[in-house]
T-cell receptor, first 112, second 119 residues
Framework: AQSVTQLGSHVSVSEGALVLLRCNYS??????LFWYVQYPNQGLQLLLK??????LVKGINGFEAEFKKSETSFHLTKPSAHMSDAAEYFC??????????FGPGTRLSVLP | GAVVSQHPSRVICKSGTSVKIECRSL??????MFWYRQFPKKSLMLMAT?????????EQGVEKDKFLINHASLTLSTLTVTSAHPEDSSFYIC???????????????FGPGTRLTVL
């Protein structure tokens, strides 16, 4: 079985500040991990993914995430928040032959 | 990259009517497609897995007679919400797997979603 938790349903940061969105997972198989962003009334846009190999993954729009197996975490970071980063962010876990399991989401607000 | 489209992007219907939502893979043939439902301010929940030419596999708690899924071709899957009621109002998102990229979960591409509002 797989599951995802995202600490903080709502995170607010100031423009230019560090963005940190937390994701912890559980998986009975080697995990594939994903971060998606969703803008209002739109579908999911893939930010980045971890499958195998390098544990620090760089994605679009300056986001990156690090897979830490010992901590079962895949936190999303961005050094400097921009107003356009305000959206809903979903962490998801899957595995070979497994379905996607999405976390509950974290709404990011960016304050001017 | 691969593109998955959905039509319509939003639909409003009266209670008791049926609504069909289409999911298309535009530049690849998808042997497997997935349907998700997203309640307001909630996460996505997998409803069913659709395999071309065979019956869909529904997740526990999803009424298969309510949510009819057809995957008649390698580029099209449809979700029909039958006898829709206000509680069926939701955001429905499909995804499609590109078999040329293997069977890993990173071979899935998500559609833009369909907003269904039942009055």
């Amino acid at each position: 079985a797989q599951s995802v938790t995202q600490l903080g349903s709502h995170v607010s940061v100031s423009e230019g500040a560090l963005v940190l969105l937390r994701c912890n997972y559980s998986s009975s198989v080697p995990p594939y991990l994903f971060w998606y962003v969703q803008y209002p009334n739109q579908g999911l846009q893939l930010l980045l993914k971890y499958t195998t190999g390098a544990t620090l993954v760089k994605g679009i729009n300056g986001f990156e995430a690090e897979f830490k197996k010992s901590e079962t975490s895949f936190h999303l970071t961005k050094p400097s928040a921009h107003m356009s980063d305000a959206a809903e962010y979903f962490c998801a876990v899957s595995g070979y032959g497994q379905n996607f399991v999405f976390g509950p989401g974290t709404r990011l607000s960016v304050l001017p | 990259g691969a593109v998955v489209s959905q039509h319509p992007s939003r639909v409003i219907c009266k209670s008791g009517t049926s609504v069909k939502i289409e999911c298309r893979s535009l530049d690849f043939q998808a042997t497997t497609m997935f349907w998700y439902r997203q309640f307001p301010k909630k996460s996505l929940m997998l409803m069913a897995t659709s395999n071309e030419g065979s019956k869909a596999t529904y997740e526990q708690g999803v009424e298969k007679d309510k949510f009819l899924i057809n995957h008649a071709s390698l580029t099209l899957s449809t979700l029909t919400v039958t006898s829709a009621h206000p509680e069926d109002s939701s955001f429905y998102i499909c995804s499609a797997r590109d078999p040329k990229l293997g069977q890993g979960p990173d071979t899935q591409y998500f559609g833009p979603g369909t907003r269904l509002t039942v009055l």
